[in-house]
């Protein structure tokens, strides 16, 4: 397994980790607001907002894999 940043190899499969600050800067630049999110998405970015209020700024990580 290698590492670059917050990009993970494993493998074939790719791994992202991305903050809370990545993914509001990624919905906002693909033209989208809160409101247009699923209630699931919100759900997500609302837990990963607590837990960096509890945990601290940049200690919560959403991971998600690419194959």
């Known amino acids: 397994m290698s590492s670059l940043g917050s990009l993970c190899l494993c493998g074939e499969k790719m ?8 993914m509001l800067v990624a919905v906002e630049h693909m033209g989208f607001s809160r409101k247009d999110l699923s209630l699931e998405t919100n759900l997500v970015l609302e837990m ?13 990580r959403l991971v998600f894999g690419i194959e």
């Open 15 to 22: 791994f992202q980790l991305l903050p809370l600050v990545e």
């Open 48 to 60: 990963m907002s607590y837990l960096e209020g509890q945990l601290g700024k940049d200690q919560v």
